[in-house]
């Protein structure tokens, strides 16, 4: 049937004003545009929003900044969550950030990603808002740290932005509503068009001795919504977290992790979720080569390199305080983690790279060092909601320039 948006599935021109994209909007028009509008005024407010789209951020950044950092968070995961319960908005939303390109698809894992830009764990720590970020042009995303059971994590302030450096700094100790509340929010909000990943810690209350109880308890709640799971040992934040990078803990945690994902897969007659292992920064040489090793060792399906790092290496301001910095300061650490487990694995496991990604050359350069995909944080705080539209874009770019038909030929290109 041709309706009127069909009008709008070619390119119509360009914004008064110069703005340099041709207005596209792939599919039909988000329904209240559509359904009132003639097409010229949809156009001009496809155009509005654009304009908004490049400024409203710049004028809100200074004033989210002026807000505590935990409270402008609240503020902007309330209008996520408000987004992601509607489909219209959801929809109005991706004509302005969603960007395709069939260079950016792959297959990792035997799941489809749109592009290899997610968003990093943190962010939506309690999978209030998933439903929000396909629409926002993130490729897929990892909720979490979920524990076993509820926290409340470390006392405030325990956030902290640090403008001069592209930074922050967190000790926020794995604050979350608990398994058992991820999982129903994400039963709620149904299969998303892009893959999601739950990342799993363990609870503050729970010993060492234990763990791998507590991380097998939330395995199990939220199994049956996890595409993927990524075992998180190395936030800096909760006490004693990082000992089970060491090789036993990791060797019997990993193990034991995967077993039960075979059992659980197998009893719901599918396929069992790829488990990856998140690391830390700051592991020496030998600890990171004993790690990789493990993970090696335990068949894990890929690896997240990395976390927040405890270094304060070339802040600008001194900062008082425990916590992980993440951020511009973490990139280059960051990459040359992936480059190492790249190189020490052969290429043979997956690498998830995150750390500093502001732009699309900080991606490329994750990707070629032997990144299949990568995450960004921080920079969606700095960057705000163009973000992974803008590194999308970018890395269609460099990729066409170099000659790369697709991401999946770019990884680990450095090492060629
Ligand atoms: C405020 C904040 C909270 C975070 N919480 C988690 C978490 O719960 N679990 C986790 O694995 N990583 C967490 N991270 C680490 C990020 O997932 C990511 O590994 C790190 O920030 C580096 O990426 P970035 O430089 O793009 O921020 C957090 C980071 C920040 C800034």
Redesign the pocket.
């Given at each position: 049937m041709r309706n009127r948006a069909s009008a709008f599935t070619r390119p119509v021109g360009g914004c008064p004003g110069g703005a340099r994209e041709p207005l596209r909007v792939q599919g039909p028009l988000p329904v209240s545009v559509d359904r009132r509008l003639r097409p010229r005024r949809a156009e001009a407010l496809i155009c509005g929003a654009r304009l908004a789209r490049r400024v409203l951020y710049g004028v809100a950044r200074p004033i989210l900044f002026r807000v505590d950092?935990e409270r402008a968070?609240e503020f902007a995961a309330r209008r996520l969550e408000g987004l992601a319960r509607s489909p219209r908005a959801l929809k109005a939303v991706a004509a302005l950030y969603r960007f395709e390109d069939p260079r950016l698809e792959s297959q990792v894992w035997g799941l489809r990603f749109p592009n290899p830009v997610g968003l990093?764990?943190?962010?939506d720590?309690d999978a209030r808002m998933a439903a929000a970020f396909p629409s926002l042009g993130f490729g897929f995303l990892?909720v979490?740290?979920v524990t076993s059971v509820a926290q409340p994590g470390n006392p405030k302030p325990r956030?902290f932005r640090l403008p001069e450096d592209r930074?922050?700094?967190?000790r926020?100790g794995?604050n979350?509503a608990g398994a058992d509340a991820a999982a129903q929010r994400l039963a709620r909000a149904g299969r998303l068009p892009i893959p999601v990943g739950v990342?799993i810690?363990k609870a503050k209350v729970v010993p060492n001795e234990e763990a791998v109880k507590d991380y097998v308890t939330t395995l199990e709640k939220v199994f049956p919504h996890a595409d993927f799971v990524?075992v998180?040992v190395?936030?800096p934040?909760t006490p004693g977290l990082r000992a089970l990078q060491d090789r036993g803990p990791l060797l019997a945690l990993l193990t034991a992790l995967k077993a039960r994902a075979r059992d659980l897969a197998s009893a719901a007659r599918r396929q069992p979720p790829p488990i990856l292992v998140?690391i830390a920064p700051d592991l020496e040489p030998e600890a990171l080569a004993d790690a990789l090793d493990v993970a090696r060792a335990a068949d894990v399906s890929g690896l997240?390199a990395?976390?927040?790092t405890l270094s304060r290496e070339g802040l600008a301001r001194a900062i008082e305080g425990p916590g992980?910095v993440?951020?511009?300061p973490?990139?280059e650490r960051?990459t040359a983690f992936v480059r190492e487990a790249w190189r020490a694995t052969g290429g043979a496991i997956p690498i998830v790279g995150?750390?500093?990604?502001?732009t699309a050359r900080d991606a490329y350069e994750k990707i070629r060092a032997g990144a299949s995909l990568v995450?960004?944080?921080?920079?969606?705080?700095y960057g705000g909601p163009a973000t992974a539209k803008r590194v999308n874009k970018g890395l269609a770019d460099l990729l066409a320039r170099d000659g790369f038909a697709s991401v999946a030929e770019a990884v680990g290109a450095d090492h060629a």
């Amino acid at each position: 049937m041709r309706n009127r948006a069909s009008a709008f599935t070619r390119p119509v021109g360009g914004c008064p004003g110069g703005a340099r994209e041709p207005l596209r909007v792939q599919g039909p028009l988000p329904v209240s545009v559509d359904r009132r509008l003639r097409p010229r005024r949809a156009e001009a407010l496809i155009c509005g929003a654009r304009l908004a789209r490049r400024v409203l951020y710049g004028v809100a950044r200074p004033i989210l900044f002026r807000v505590d950092p935990e409270r402008a968070h609240e503020f902007a995961a309330r209008r996520l969550e408000g987004l992601a319960r509607s489909p219209r908005a959801l929809k109005a939303v991706a004509a302005l950030y969603r960007f395709e390109d069939p260079r950016l698809e792959s297959q990792v894992w035997g799941l489809r990603f749109p592009n290899p830009v997610g968003l990093a764990a943190g962010f939506d720590k309690d999978a209030r808002m998933a439903a929000a970020f396909p629409s926002l042009g993130f490729g897929f995303l990892e909720v979490g740290t979920v524990t076993s059971v509820a926290q409340p994590g470390n006392p405030k302030p325990r956030l902290f932005r640090l403008p001069e450096d592209r930074a922050l700094l967190n000790r926020l100790g794995f604050n979350n509503a608990g398994a058992d509340a991820a999982a129903q929010r994400l039963a709620r909000a149904g299969r998303l068009p892009i893959p999601v990943g739950v990342n799993i810690g363990k609870a503050k209350v729970v010993p060492n001795e234990e763990a791998v109880k507590d991380y097998v308890t939330t395995l199990e709640k939220v199994f049956p919504h996890a595409d993927f799971v990524v075992v998180n040992v190395s936030s800096p934040n909760t006490p004693g977290l990082r000992a089970l990078q060491d090789r036993g803990p990791l060797l019997a945690l990993l193990t034991a992790l995967k077993a039960r994902a075979r059992d659980l897969a197998s009893a719901a007659r599918r396929q069992p979720p790829p488990i990856l292992v998140k690391i830390a920064p700051d592991l020496e040489p030998e600890a990171l080569a004993d790690a990789l090793d493990v993970a090696r060792a335990a068949d894990v399906s890929g690896l997240v390199a990395t976390n927040t790092t405890l270094s304060r290496e070339g802040l600008a301001r001194a900062i008082e305080g425990p916590g992980g910095v993440s951020g511009a300061p973490l990139r280059e650490r960051a990459t040359a983690f992936v480059r190492e487990a790249w190189r020490a694995t052969g290429g043979a496991i997956p690498i998830v790279g995150v750390g500093g990604v502001f732009t699309a050359r900080d991606a490329y350069e994750k990707i070629r060092a032997g990144a299949s995909l990568v995450e960004l944080y921080t920079g969606f705080i700095y960057g705000g909601p163009a973000t992974a539209k803008r590194v999308n874009k970018g890395l269609a770019d460099l990729l066409a320039r170099d000659g790369f038909a697709s991401v999946a030929e770019a990884v680990g290109a450095d090492h060629a």
